[in-house]
């Protein structure tokens, strides 16, 4: 009994030490947030899919650094997941009532948005799609990766890299999104044109959270001893895959990957991980604020901008045009 | 009488185990072997770890949504104290599983002294959680690859023979719980106040200072989850931990520990845990499109816990 009292009230001193820390930081964090407002540039609000992967922090960086360079005043927000479609609309109609000089806007669901994108319209005030697009006639351009060619792209390194035959699996992060829904059409169309030989598995979903699709990369190399080959449509799927292989000490598995970030980035220099699609994020974060700037001067634009891939692997993953796309 | 019961329930859900464990052993040749149960018992222990906290919890008729997130926190807290300030592993460890610790005692704090009812009081903490855990990491992951002692406490194998030391910090946390809970005044009191928090004050307990200890002792299983997460991953990653408090909450429901408080047991929520990795890693290794993973899960949680009812039911007849 004593020794609990004892526990308890360590905790308790603790606890209240801590209270004030916490009271500190919020505070912070709040006015840090908050601060900010007036001047005479153009506003461009930014609704994101998330920040939780690094992919959106790049392009929050390349959309700062160009609004930055360009003199333009920018937020960039999102959902904490990229589940969170009602979430993320909530966000869109907060930003048309700000009423900024354009909006710039990665579409959670490309149909969930549509009604909001006619308020916009209402509104006047010019949107830019970016990352995936909107079924909605109104952005004027989308700033995106072409993600089934960059898809099929991957997977016709897998293809050689297996010598074009064996049992292949996918590791997707959802089939609702566009990236998910692109990025596994475009490498099982590939495969199914190119490369017949090859067995694709049922696909499997992970959320792109690592834990689970190590879990899920685990189970199927265990129903699969005569698995050759791995594909992961996002970071957090690639790098889950990679754990998932290690942790169950399969040798000989060809892994090939999506998007950046250390771990993905240490996996193919060491050779664990065989090399992965990148998008240029920094990039597609420059050309949202650029064509926003030109939305906002009334210039036409092509519908649709590719904001480029590029395949990496241990030979060129040094390569300056390669190094400036990845984020660790 | 309620000890007889609760082995009932125990031996239920046990039950349902070896059935499930048994039906993908026939149904598929590759699930019944050494290394697919050593990644079903590896898979288990985060959930696991979070579910063993908040079983004390739930048996007080309370609920801890903040545990997920909550881990989220102390693995970037771990990050700040292992890697950005280069401490020790083994005090960083501590610190981080401290730091859950002060988590729950807020909770406690907010529950039993300013009297705001559990579901809401960590809610509020799982969004305090999650935005400070992006605020301290400024959103981007923490590396431990240059830590090896860190990142072995989970895959490291002290046991040789591929047995992952992040089962053995499991089953020596199950123990601990088990004991806390069936052996200590802290054990007592918490099924003393889920079954009856007025009868228990009136007895001259200080409900409060207990349930104060309770909320922290979930809380240093948050922050223990919280490293053997970013220790199996080899960083903190700041936006997850979102949906993980509600399955722990699953695992318990199925171990048969009643959201009404007053009854539950360790074992049984360990078992609840492992219902919930063998469903996932069966249904996965007999490729069963993902939809209906979610599907199955979420008819046995129902059909757990309807049996839960219509035994208690029976029971008062």
């Known amino acids: 009994m004593s020794k609990w009292l004892a526990v308890c009230a360590a905790g308790l001193a603790l606890g209240f030490a801590a209270c004030g820390d916490d009271e500190g930081t919020t505070t912070g964090g709040a006015s840090a947030g908050g601060g900010g407002g007036g001047g005479e540039q153009p506003y461009i609000a930014i609704v994101s899919k998330g920040f939780q992967h690094q992919f959106w922090q790049a392009v929050k960086q390349g959309a700062e650094e160009e609004a930055k360079a360009k003199g333009a005043k920018i937020t960039f927000e999102g959902p904490p997941t990229e589940q969170d479609i009602e979430q993320q609309v909530t966000m869109l109609t907060n930003a048309i009532q700000k009423k900024p000089a354009a909006i710039g806007f990665a579409a959670l669901d490309s149909k969930a948005s549509a009604p909001l994108m006619e308020q916009a319209k209402a509104a006047n005030i010019p949107v830019v799609a970016f990352d995936s697009g909107v079924e909605s006639d109104i952005p004027v351009t989308t700033a995106a990766t072409d993600n089934i060619a960059a898809a099929g792209e991957a997977a016709k390194h897998m293809s050689e890299l297996i010598g074009g035959s064996g049992k292949v699996a996918l590791v997707v992060h959802d089939q609702t999104s566009r990236t998910g829904i692109e990025r596994r059409d475009g490498f099982v169309d590939w495969m199914k044109a190119n490369a017949p030989d090859v067995e694709l598995l049922p696909v499997q979903y992970g959320g792109g959270d690592q834990a689970k699709s190590a879990d899920i990369a685990k189970s199927i190399i265990q129903a699969n001893p005569d698995l050759k080959g791995f594909y992961g449509a996002n970071e957090g799927s690639a790098i889950g895959i990679v754990k998932g292989v290690e942790e169950s000490g399969k040798k000989g598995i060809t892994i090939v990957g999506f998007d950046s970030g250390k771990a993905q980035i240490d996996a193919i220099t060491s050779g664990v991980m065989a090399g992965a699609i990148t998008q240029n994020p920094v990039g597609m974060g420059k050309q949202l604020v650029d064509s926003a700037l030109a939305a906002i001067n009334g210039e036409t634009q092509p519908k649709v901008i590719d904001t480029g891939f590029y395949w990496y692997d241990k030979t060129n993953i040094e390569d300056p045009k390669i190094a400036a796309v990845l984020y660790e | ?317």
């Not at chain 2, 290394?35 to 309370?62: D, E, K, P, Q, Y």
């Not at chain 2, 807290?77 to 988590?103: D, E, K, Q």
């Not at chain 2, 400070?132 to 002290?158: K, Q, R």
């Not at chain 2, 003393?192 to 922290?216: C, D, F, H, M, P």
């Open chain 2, 1 to 317: 009488m309620t000890a007889v019961r609760d082995r009932l329930q125990q031996f239920l859900a046990f039950g349902s185990l070896i059935a499930i464990f048994l039906f993908f052993s026939i149904a598929s040749s590759s699930f019944l072997n050494y290394s697919n149960v050593t990644s079903i018992l590896f898979s288990t222990v985060v959930i696991g770890l979070l579910a063993l906290g908040t079983t004390f919890v739930i048996i007080t008729s309370g609920i801890d949504l903040s545990i997920g997130t909550g881990m989220t926190l102390c693995a970037v807290i771990s990050g700040v104290l292992i890697v950005n300030s280069g401490l020790p592993v083994w005090l960083g460890v501590l610190g981080t599983i401290l730091f859950g610790g002060l988590i729950g005692l807020v909770n406690g704090f907010n529950v039993s002294f300013l009297g705001i009812p559990p579901f809401i009081a960590t809610l509020a903490m799982m969004l305090v959680a999650q935005g400070l855990a992006l605020v301290i990491s400024d959103s981007t992951p923490i590396y431990f690859n240059d830590e090896p002692g860190y990142t072995a406490i989970s895959t490291g194998h002290l046991l040789g023979v591929d047995f992952p030391n992040a089962v053995l910090v499991l089953g020596v946390a199950t123990v601990i719980a088990a004991v806390v809970l069936n052996k200590t005044i802290l054990g007592r009191y918490t099924y003393s106040i889920g079954s009856n928090e007025e009868a228990t004050a009136l007895s001259g307990i200080s409900v409060r200072r207990w349930k104060l200890a309770i909320y922290t002792l979930a809380g240093l299983f948050t922050g223990l989850a919280g490293v053997m997460i970013s220790a199996r991953l080899a960083s903190a990653q700041p936006g997850t931990g979102i949906g993980y408090e509600l399955q722990a909450i699953a695992a318990v429901v199925i171990g048969g520990t009643s959201l009404a408080g007053g009854k539950g047991s360790i074992v049984g929520t360990l078992i609840g845990a492992l219902i919930i990795s063998v469903l996932n890693n069966g249904l996965q290794i007999m490729s069963i499109p993902q939809e209906w993973q979610n599907v199955i899960l979420g008819a046995v949680i129902l059909v757990a816990v309807y049996a839960d009812m219509a035994r208690k039911r029976r029971s008062t007849v």
